[in-house]
């Protein structure tokens, strides 16, 4: 590994916060107060605050956070020692508190990155000896790491650099408006082209940087994950514009006016977030209007009415694209009337209207109660590994049953080749930590005034080790840690080290055979299916937009289980690019799939976003609800080839210019009433028939490692 990737400036602050007030408190605690169990609870608390918990945002949204990991911290310790007097009953209570721990990572970012440490709360007085008239000192110990260590981490923090996620969409969307700009003065090169793409893949980046969404609950969030995917879409769609036509001038002054205004949005949305003026929707709407209207005026039988529809289309398409986007910063910047936001997390983010507020979580946990969520998988697999761990620990009567737990969530992952690798790394690295720790012993002896010595550089290494160096050096660490702690507590020398090999290799069997029952496969199948269902439910919103936007539907399309698979998909495609072992699909592959999923749920949206005009059946209007129902059965089988792998393959997917024919020209044969909807129609379909053909490929490929035993 090189050297600049075992630099970390926030692990640095983080190891520095913890060397300071880990021994401090566990100093405070064991030698002035004199109390056992405060001391051990302070000091694991300290830890699972300043290491394990690892809160984002503003200063406020830290205080919330650490604030609500010490409740939820004094709950579970409360049942934990409430259950410890019997194994069974621990086991069983095990699998509920695991689970929901676990499962309210769905909320946010601050609710996954607090789920490891609030399981230290349980886990530590579940599988340890300890009555309920301990709770008191344990309590106390819990609180006073919780209040020390919000405090370590408010006052030993650098500045936040400010939100990555928010200067990433700014950057996109004033990017975006530069190109525009460029080619609207006839200006426009290469270099803005790639400055476009670059903020685009930037922005990506920092919304699937973490494993889960760097968003929360409220419509505001959501509002701004929806940015992100619109700005995405917006730079394809006005890229495809752009290159079809590159200098802006020579187009006609409606058009011209069009792609200014949404120019003008787009540097507004940019500012937004630091306080800028608001997008003028109103101009913006204009604008397409005016557009639709010449485009209405222009005779059918015109011999550049083709081009002219053609140009629209594009010039429409961006404009729409950047009209929603507009609507999402407004209101993740908490600038929109409240109705606003209100029909948009309704309409748009799968959220009905009366429910975005109060019972957000409620929806969400709904969203995710399938085996279609890897964060339902993930939860039931870490419920039974631990309630496993708390049950094996006692039967085989282990010293320290804490350990064997602990070792059991630290090498659990979501798949059982990379647990199984993760599982060696931590035995070595506890053996390692052993051979240290004994050494160290030896050479220092046990005498109190050495091991207080030992212990802070002890948790400045352990504590700056997640994130940076190897897992088994972390390993190493914190075993070192566990002996000098124990040894201050209970002077027994290196057997500690022992002892905590053996219960290590425990849980590490425990997470092998938990991993081996339960999704072997981990997220890679969890995706396949993901892929599939937003495959699924993406055809059957875009044959409801389609003919929405052509009169044939007056019902409005509901993208509520469009939506909710996309999501799916984002956290199922988050959890397997953070799984360690192998990856067998290439990354590109993976997001050609996506990216799929993506451009069909937009291409959608962009038309339900439509008036549903007034108008009776029309033979080309028909032709197109009939094409779309076939775009609609062609994802159909594509789903079943990602789930059903068996039982078909690429070899039997027909080409798309087989299976869906291209349609005769609308303006031949549309009448003049519905001439301006049926061409919309038409320009999008033919827009997404082209990247059919290239989702077989990847498809099939998932296909056929989803036919590969596990193990291999």
Sequence with gaps: MARGRWWSPAAAMRAVRAMVVVPGLFALTDTVIGDLQMATFAAFG??????????????????????????????????????????????????????????????????????????????LPAASP????MVGSRLAGWWLASVVGTLAVLLLSPRPPGDRLRAAVATSAATLADRLDAALRGA???????????????????????????????????????LVGMLEWATAVIGDGLREYPDLRAVPPVERDLFAATRDALRRIATLHTGGPEPDLAQLHG???????????????????????????????????????????????????????????????????????????????????????????????????????????????VQHAFWVVLGTLSVLRTNAAGTGSTALRALLGTVLGFVVGAALLLVVGTGPAALWVALPIAVLVAAYAPG????????AAFTVVVSVLFNLLVPVGWSIGVVRIEDVAIGCAVSLAVGALFWPRGASAVVGDDVADAFREGGRYLAQSVNWALGLRHQEPEPARAVAAGLRLDDGVRGLLAERGRQHLATQQLWRLVGGTIRLRLTAQS?????????GPDPVGDALSGQAAQVADWFDD??????????????????????????????????????????????????IRPALDTLVEPAGEVARLRRIPWWR
């Design 188 to 226: 426009g090169t290469d270099a803005d082209r790639d400055a476009a793409a670059t903020a685009k893949h930037e922005l990506l980046a920092a919304f699937t940087a973490t494993p889960y969404r760097p968003t929360g609950l409220t419509v505001a969030d959501q509002a701004l994950a929806s």
């Design 607 to 615: 038309l339900a976003s439509l008036p549903s005009p007034d108008a």
């Design 287 to 397: 604008a397409i209007r005016a557009s639709v209207a010449a485009l209405r005026r222009m005779p059918a039988g015109d011999g550049d009415f083709a081009d002219a529809v053609h140009l629209a289309f594009h010039a429409q398409t961006g404009a729409l694209t950047v009209r929603a986007a507009a609507v999402d910063a407004l209101i993740a910047a908490r600038r929109a009337d409240p109705a606003t936001a209100a029909e948009q997390a309704r309409r748009w983010y799968g959220l009905p209207a009366a429910r975005a507020h109060r019972f957000a979580v409620l929806e969400l946990a709904w969203r995710h109660a399938n085996l279609r969520s890897v964060w339902f998988v993930n939860s039931v697999r870490g419920a039974f590994a631990l309630a496993a761990a708390v049950l094996v620990a006692d039967l085989v009567g």
């Design 46 to 123: 300290g830890f699972a605050t300043l290491v394990l918990a690892s809160f984002s945002g503003t200063r406020r949204d830290k205080v919330v956070a650490h604030g609500g990991l010490a409740v939820a911290g004094s709950a579970l310790l409360v049942v934990g020692t409430a259950v410890n007097s019997s194994a069974w009953i621990a086991a069983a209570v095990t699998l509920p508190v695991v689970f929901v721990v676990l499962f309210a990572g769905i909320a946010g970012t601050n609710a996954a990155a607090g789920g490891t440490a609030a399981l230290l709360a349980y886990v």
């Design 468 to 475: 940076t160096l190897p897992f088994a050096a972390g390993q």
């Design 130 to 133: 300890g009555t309920m008239d």
């Design 638 to 687: 594509l789903a079943d080839l990602l789930v059903r792998p068996g039982a078909t393959g690429p070899s039997r997917m027909p080409a798309v210019a087989t299976r869906i024919p291209t349609l005769m020209p609308v303006a031949a044969a549309a009448s003049t009433a519905t001439l301006p909807c049926t061409l919309w129609v038409e320009q999008h379909l033919q827009h």
